[in-house]
């Protein structure tokens, strides 16, 4: 029984990323690194997409020392978005298609989830297809084609 709880303890460890990770190193007398919260900010005020959709993934779940705070996730989901990250735009349909903490919106969410799919493969594909699907399959035809037009006028501009 020890060792089934020891395996269990185990494989959660390493179910999280970073559990072992070692601080990076740095040169003696180099100046303090900035904690991470802050290079992200940093990087993302750059134009760095990933850094914005880091940024809203820690403000969406509250970590990193970051406050949980909806708005400030769909922010950061949206600059990704924008610049084409399939994970920040199918993130941004989520917030969007649930209201989570923010105004739901099906035609928004329905619009980033077919430009997502559009930008994505595979497993990852197939998940924001059933996403996709399920959020459809509650919505008037209406605005679904209206979500569509939104979604390829999008695509078509970038």
Known sequence: MRNAIAVLMLAALLAVPG????????????????????????????????????????????????????TQAEHWYRMA?????????????????????????AVQALMWYEVAISRSTGGDQQTIVEMRDNLAARMSPKDVAEARSRAQAWKSSK
Do not use: C, H, M, T
């Open 19 to 70: 559990a072992f990770a070692q601080p990076p190193q740095q040169a003696p007398g180099a100046p303090p690194q900035k904690p991470l919260r802050e290079r992200l900010l940093d990087r993302a005020l750059k134009g760095d997409a990933e850094a914005q959709f880091d940024l809203g993934k820690n403000y969406e779940a509250g970590r990193i020392g970051l406050p949980k705070d909806f």
């Open 81 to 105: 978005a924008e610049q084409g990250d399939p994970f920040a735009q199918a993130s941004l349909g989520i917030l969007l298609g649930f209201g989570k903490g923010i105004p739901k919106d």
